[in-house]
């Protein structure tokens, strides 16, 4: 009886393990495409969204990926406030062409600051896109 209830909480744990493997995979949406050919993805899967009388927000990951070899790839971790109308990056990684980490960028206080993302800009279609997901 013992042995038995050892195998099917291994089974259910095992599955509770690839279940949450499973949720915590990227799904990458290309939302722009910059001049120079990078391509920028959003990740569906990171998004952390915040709702509230007088406060929405949404935290999530995007992936800009190279458009020639001489460029770099990265991820970026931002905060879109949809009500106020501000961006602010939290934090950069350099990846190589399959997304795979390659090292942390370090940031100054000033860069993660919020901005109001201007006209025709990168960061105006990516905050865009976070905040039509409400």
């Known amino acids: ?3 038995s209830i050892q195998i099917i909480t291994a089974a259910v744990l095992s599955l509770t393990v690839a279940i949450a493997v499973q949720a915590q995979q990227s799904q990458w949406v290309e939302i722009t495409k910059s001049e120079n050919g990078d391509r920028v993805f959003f990740d569906l899967s ?14 999530f990951r995007t992936l800009v990926l190279a458009g020639s070899a001489t460029r770099r790839s990265f991820r970026q971790k931002y905060s879109a406030d949809c009500l106020k109308g501000t961006l602010a990056l939290s934090e950069i990684d350099l990846v190589n062409r399959q997304g795979t980490f390659i090292q942390n960028v370090p940031l100054e206080r000033a860069d993660k600051d919020p901005i109001v993302p201007a006209k025709d800009t990168i960061a105006l279609d990516i905050w865009r896109y976070a905040c039509s997901r409400f």
């Open 1 to 3: 009886m013992h042995k």
């Open 46 to 59: 990171s998004q952390v969204q915040l709702f509230d009388a007088g406060y929405k927000r949404n935290t």
